[in-house]
């Protein structure tokens, strides 16, 4: 899995081939597709351990804060780190992307975290103190806002890096959304 | 232009060649070059052509609403018309991201568009009545979680078009965001 994305970052995804990873892992054909059907399949896997570190972020940002809206807003803070990460990342993501469009299975399975997602943030909504709890229909309207707005402040926060800091930008977008969901204002 | 999207659409960006949209159009390459600078140029052209329709979409909705926020609010009625246009672009969009996010200055102009929808976001909630307003630092923030919204709204409209009715989504989202903004709950 390094021997592939160091050859994706290296020459981009169509352009590596199964047999030049072999040879940059050092290891037979034989070897590679014992542990991998296709080179979809290890650009996929690279892809889910790298969200799954995101996703242990996210719990810990959550995790020791106050109640959930706290536990949404400290979450924005995950943002700098992904934008971090991403750089060097994003010819070869939007390389894949564009390829998978191509081909509906593939394109279902890149783009299954995106709604796995959403219902992150809709259980977490759902699991609300009473308190501060708004009704059904607000609380799935504002994942879907908060899907969409995570996603949108990566995409400008990985165009331009530096023209926002994008981890305060996350934190008052999810205020403001809270906020705008329970009708009354969020300190 | 016409010649070159069709190619675009149906061989790509990377493999349709200043050759091919010549002899697609039936046009000298010295013709081609008279008006264009590069094949970039052709791609950048087309998506400013389409964007200045967003545009006047944007205003048609926005006008003929009785303020600023009702304006805002209606102008997510656009999304579904921008999912039906980009069906069948996105590959040759997300071919031509991945293309640009190789080259710095094309890069920078591939993706102007973004910080001219903020600014535009950022126009309208200047411009609110004194009755409508929220302060300054507020109006910025909800600025770019407008346009990070809408980024993200467009984002998961293309992944999966029957997911949620997006106009609804996009009008519900930018009323919880204008509450929240605001401080007061928006009916």
Same mark, same amino acid.
């Given at each position: 899995m390094q021997s592939a994305r160091e050859l994706f970052s290296r020459s981009g995804y169509e352009s590596a081939s199964v047999d030049d990873i072999c040879r940059e892992a050092g290891i037979s054909k034989g070897a590679f597709y014992h542990h991998f059907p296709s080179k979809q399949s290890v650009f996929m896997d690279l892809l889910n351990e790298w969200l799954s570190g995101v996703d242990q972020g996210l719990e810990l940002l959550r =995790?020791?804060? =106050? %109640?959930a809206s706290q536990g949404l807003i400290h979450m924005a803070d995950i943002l700098p780190e992904i934008l971090r990460t991403a750089e060097g990342r994003m010819p070869i993501f939007l390389e894949f992307w564009s390829y998978a469009s191509r081909d509906p299975k593939l394109w279902k399975s890149a783009t299954a975290p995106f709604e796995r997602y959403r219902e992150y943030f809709a259980n977490i909504l759902a699991g609300m103190e009473p308190a501060e709890a708004a009704d059904p229909q607000a609380k799935e309207n504002a994942a879907l806002a908060m899907m969409s707005l995570a996603i949108g402040l990566l995409v400008m926060g990985v165009i331009d890096?530096? #023209? #926002? %800091?994008w981890g305060s930008a996350g934190r008052e977008s999810m205020r403001m959304l809270l906020a705008g969901m329970k009708g009354k204002t969020e300190k």
């Open positions: =995790s020791g804060q =106050s %109640d890096p530096k #023209a #926002a %800091d």
